[in-house]
Structure formats: C-alpha cells, structure tokens
C-alpha cells in the first residue's frame, strides 16, 4: 500500500516519495546550458530571468493554487510559469505598456481571476493597496510566495520614471528604493513563507559593487532571514557573444578583475510569528 504522503505547510513535495524529484535542485549551484523556452515563454525582454529560477523555486516554495506574488514583474516570466505549474500570480509592473504585452501572452480566461496585473510603482502605497485588493478578489488575505527580481540598479535603463528603480540617482538610494519595495512584500506576505531575490553585480569605475549582497542585508533588515544564496549561471545569455567575450577577457586580464557568469538567487523566509 502507498504510504500517506508527507509535505511540508509550503510546499506540495511528497517526502515520502523524495528520491522521485530529480529534477528539483537542492544544490547551491545552478548550472543551467541554456534557457527554457516555449510554453509560453520567449526571450522578449532585455533584462527578463530564465524561466528555470521560476520552475525551481515554485515547485520548492509554493503549493498547487497558491498565490505567487511579483513586484517586478517585467515581461511576465512569473505569470506565465505560475500558470504552468497551476499556480496563481499578482503581477506588478512600472510599465503600462509591458503589463499591455503580457496582457497579450496570457489566457484570457485567467486574467482576472488566477492572474492580476497591476501598473503601479512597487514602492508606493497605492500600489500595496491594489495588491491587497487584488488577493482579496482571489479569497486570499497574503501571497504565498514574493519574488523580487529588480532592475540591477543603473546596468539596464528600463524607462524615464522617477520611480524606476533603474533611475536611482546613486547605490543608496536604489537600495532605499529597494528595500521599500521588500517591506511592502513582507508586509503582503503570509508568515512561514519565501520570497526569492534574482540579482547580480556591477562594476562601477573599476569598483566592485555587491549589489547581491547589499540587497540580500536589506531584506534581512525588513524580517527576512537568509536561507539559501544560490550562484547561477548566465551561459544561456550569452551565446553568440563571441567576438565581445574576447573583447571581455582581454579586458578582465588588462584591467585585473573578472567577467561575472553568474547572478544570486538568495532564498528568504519569513518568520511564522
Ligand atoms: C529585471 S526586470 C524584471 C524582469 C522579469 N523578471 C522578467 O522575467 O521579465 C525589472 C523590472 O522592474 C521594473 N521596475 C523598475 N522600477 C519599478 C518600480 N518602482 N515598481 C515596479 N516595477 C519597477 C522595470 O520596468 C523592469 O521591467
């Protein structure tokens, strides 16, 4: 007789059954070769995370009907990969245009009832308030897991607004913005659960800037603690670069430092009280 099954309270993982989940990464490095693609999902989106960080995290984090809550959503890859994994999604998103084109991506028998986007600035009040309105419309009082992929400060400019975080007029006040935008998530979040930061660094004339690990110590100082940091790589991105690799690398060598391959996923958790 199969025995009963065995999950824990965030999770639909059958314990019982652990050695049937191979293709769940327990590992802190994520060596992807490439990025997954159909089922929804293109690479449309100068800035956008490989479908993968989703699938991973969802299936670890989440169970069947929860509700996944992005306040970076970009060009959708949460959304959509929620609704493949049977899951649910609030989306936020700067960009009314970008909320317009993942509109578009979607079933348009869900929107509005398993996924709601929201144009807002993910720092303001108005903001939280849709997204409360939102859960409520879906029968739930929290989300039950946040993922916060920000604009990795100044590396891609994504618009024009003051409240693009990609806008931050220094490295202090982009990490202002951004915890901001954790405490929200925080807040919005049901406690005993996850929240995901996708984040890398950058150089800035010839300094090293850990932005990973300066956001990781904000979300620390909203509530958070640390679980994991997991180093993934970019190798998918980076195909048919080959000319600007080696324009790269005689650089890295010249200038002595390092082409960064990698980007954190740092896995958070909520304390339950
Ligand atoms: C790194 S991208 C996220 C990409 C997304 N994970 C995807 O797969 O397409 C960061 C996004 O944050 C948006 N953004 C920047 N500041 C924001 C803010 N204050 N509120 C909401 N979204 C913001 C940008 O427009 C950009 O689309």
């Known amino acids: 007789m199969d025995r009963p099954s065995k999950t824990k309270p965030w999770s639909d993982i059958d314990l019982n059954r652990w050695r ?3 293709h769940v990464l327990t590992d802190s490095l994520w060596l992807f070769s490439s990025r997954a693609s159909g089922d929804g999902h293109k690479l449309d989106y100068h800035g956008n995370f490989i479908p993968q960080i989703v699938t991973q995290t969802l299936t670890r984090y989440t169970k069947a009907g ?31 245009d970008l909320i317009e084109y993942v509109r578009g991506k979607l079933p348009a ?31 739930e009082t929290h989300a039950h897991l946040l993922m916060l992929h920000p604009p990795y400060h100044d590396i891609i400019h994504f618009s024009d607004r003051a409240s693009d975080l990609s806008n931050a007029p220094d490295t202090d006040a982009f990490l202002d913005m951004f915890e901001t935008v954790a405490r929200r998530g925080y807040d919005l979040l049901a406690p005993g659960r996850f ?26 100082r909203v509530g958070f603690k640390t679980k994991a940091i997991v180093v993934k790589n ?16 005689y650089r890295a060598l010249a200038g002595g430092y390092y082409i960064f391959k990698h980007e954190y996923v740092i896995i958070f958790r909520k304390p339950e009280r």
């Open 20 to 22: 049937d989940y191979d």
């Open 66 to 96: 929860e509700v996944v809550l992005d306040v970076f959503l970009g060009s959708g890859t949460s959304a959509i990969e929620a609704l493949n994994l049977g899951r649910r999604c609030i989306g936020v998103e700067l960009k009314p």
């Open 109 to 139: 028998d869900r929107l509005g009832t398993d996924v709601h986007l929201i144009v807002g600035d993910s720092t303001s009040q108005a903001t939280t308030d849709a997204v409360r309105a939102a859960l409520t419309a879906m029968g």
């Open 195 to 220: 929240a995901v930061l996708v984040i890398g660094d950058k150089y800035e004339k010839g300094e090293l800037i850990p932005l990973g690990f300066w956001c990781m110590e904000r979300v620390n």
């Open 234 to 249: 970019i190798e998918g991105n980076e195909r048919g670069k080959g000319r600007s690799n080696n324009l790269w690398r």
